[in-house]
């Protein structure tokens, strides 16, 4: 199983900031990560998938970089709709699919 | 634009079965797409359960397999769920989720809770 660690476990930072979140996958998944946005009382939406692709809709603010283990979701400039829970995924290798346990961001 | 809705019971009792289903809008579930099952349990991260694509191939979460079974119903244009064996730790909000094939989940469910209590 392909273990997938986020750090921090909560991020506190002020609307208008950068904000980065890390991921580390115990072994290789190549570019197959994607990064979810995941809000109270919703479905997780998916925001960035190939390590580095936006999916559709999704704001230029947010961005992702990294190939093989270590992979980076950054938000250039907090707005308040932002702040939630992200978690990294990784598609390259199953069973099983993994998530990583989630980083939470919260307003400072 | 592909929408999926969850629907089952939302208590269950322990031992029991859990049975869900995800009926799909928007696209075949024949169509060349997996179909999928995750859970999260209360104040948790997000864990896979399984898969089935349009022929019926299946992939289960080793931790579970043997708990899980995963089925489509063409007629219906819906798939489902069943976990056996149910224990407190089952309780979560479950997810059915829709993806293309080497890409990952694009299209959830809004989330369905189940609890197991007596």
């Known amino acids: 199983e392909t273990v997938l660690t986020q750090s921090p476990a909560t991020l506190s930072v002020s609307p208008g900031e950068r904000a980065t979140l890390s991921c580390r996958a115990s072994?290789?998944?190549?570019?197959?990560l994607a990064w979810y946005q995941q809000k109270p009382g919703q479905a997780p939406r998916l925001l960035i998938y190939?390590?580095?692709t936006r999916a559709t809709g999704i704001p230029a603010r947010f961005s992702g970089s990294g190939s093989g283990t270590e992979f980076t979701l950054t938000i250039s400039s907090l707005q308040s709709e932002d702040f939630a829970v992200y978690y990294c995924?990784?598609?390259?290798?199953?069973?099983?699919?993994?998530f990583g346990q989630g980083t939470k961001v919260e307003i400072k | 634009q592909v929408q999926l809705q969850e629907s089952g019971p939302g208590l269950v009792r322990p031992s029991g079965t859990l049975s869900l289903t995800c009926a799909v809008s928007?696209?075949?579930?024949?169509?060349?797409?997996?179909w999928s099952w995750v859970r999260q349990p209360p104040g948790k991260g997000l864990e896979w359960i399984g898969e089935?694509?349009?022929?019926?191939?299946?992939n289960y979460n080793p931790s579970l397999k043997s708990r899980v079974t995963i089925s489509v119903d063409d007629s219906k244009n819906q798939f489902s769920l069943k976990l056996t064996s149910v224990a407190a730790t089952d309780t979560a909000v479950y997810y059915c989720?829709?993806?293309?094939?080497?890409?990952?989940?694009?299209?959830w469910g809004q989330g369905t809770p189940v609890t197991v209590s007596s």
């Open positions: 989720a829709r993806r293309d094939p080497a890409f990952p989940f694009e299209n």
């Open positions: 928007g696209d075949s579930i024949s169509s060349h797409n997996w």
């Open positions: 089935i694509s349009q022929s019926g191939n299946t």
């Open positions: 072994q290789s998944v190549s570019s197959n």
């Open positions: 190939d390590a580095s």
């Open positions: 995924h990784q598609y390259n290798k199953w069973p099983p699919w993994t």
